[in-house]
């Protein structure tokens, strides 16, 4: 049976389309900007567990807090978009505060086409992250993995023993290494943090 609208209901229904029409558009629009603004706004505001970097400085002199165990869990994301499978090798390592530490993550294109990827990274809880360096990983660096190809990425890295002495750190004893990918396009441009350009200039 065919239904009869009023001219009024005819436009509060237009009106009702418009506006969840709308809504979507800002929605879509939000998440294909949100790695940008989220990278530009944790390097403003050192907020959300950005890690300090690769920092090398403190190798040669660190002395390793034995005392103090600290469990890493590690994450694995990927965008709605992004058609990788990705994952970590190891589900959690125990570290202590001064001692290097590697873990892998695992990608793998299952598309018969080649998929190129740039991740990002945080930490949680968040004020970790002024404590937890990076010697080595593949954050904000694109990689191209071709069809069906399956590669391990490492991360090496260590926490600073100065995280033992941090009364605010007392009793946090698991972290969580968070990374996501997202496939790399003209229009999907990530800034490279200030501290990546520093270590590039001086290797």
Known sequence: ???????????????????????????????????????????????GGT?????TSKLEYMKPNKERKIKVRFNADTAASMQWNFKPLQRE????????ALAFYTATNPTDKPIIGISTYNVVPFE???????????CFEEQQLNPHEQVDMPVFFYIDPEFAEDPKMEYIDDIILSYTFFESKDNLKLPIPNYVKKHREST
């Open 128 to 138: 970790v992250g002024q404590y937890f360096n990076k010697i080595q990983c593949f």
């Open 93 to 100: 390592i125990t570290v202590i505060p001064g001692e290097t």
């Open 1 to 47: 049976m065919k239904e009869h609208y009023s001219p009024q209901q005819k436009q509060k229904l237009r009106s009702t389309a418009f506006y969840v029409t709308g809504i979507g558009v800002l929605i879509a629009g939000l998440s294909y900007a949100a790695v940008p603004l989220y990278r530009i706004f944790c390097q403003a505001y050192s907020y």
């Open 51 to 55: 890690t300090t970097g690769h920092d």
